[in-house]
């Protein structure tokens, strides 16, 4: 079983930056768009950006403007570039291939968590 891999979380004050990876070798060769997640502690998953397979990238209203998603194709990576953290950024991030399974993708990584002091 693969399993996508996130890393580049950490503590920082609130206002600093963070960049987070999401690390998926083959879904580029599978055509898998990528999105991220994020989990705060006692609330439900939610959707936080997105890049499709032809570079298209969609952000939630509470990131837009702040965040920003890119891919470097060579790596089968994809970054998310986070600005001007605000303490209701913290949680546990995690990315997902989609469609649902692309890759071989299945289940969810292990995540990387952000803790934004105010």
């Known amino acids: 079983q693969v399993h996508l891999v996130e890393s580049g979380g950490g503590l920082v004050q609130q206002g600093g930056s963070l960049r987070l990876s999401c690390t998926a070798p083959?879904?580029?060769?599978?055509?898998?768009?990528i999105y991220w997640y994020r989990q705060a502690a006692g609330k439900q998953r939610e959707w936080v950006s997105f890049t499709s397979t032809r570079d298209n990238t969609g952000y939630s209203a509470s990131v837009k403007g702040r965040f920003t998603v890119s891919k470097d194709k060579a790596k089968d990576t994809v970054y998310l570039q986070m600005n001007s953290l605000e303490p209701e950024d913290t949680g546990m991030y995690f990315c997902?291939?989609?469609?649902?399974?692309?890759?071989?993708?299945?289940?969810w990584g292990q995540g990387t968590q952000v803790t934004v002091s105010s």
């Open positions: 083959g879904f580029t060769s599978n055509n898998c768009a």
């Open positions: 997902k291939t989609a469609p649902e399974g692309c890759g071989g993708y299945k289940d």
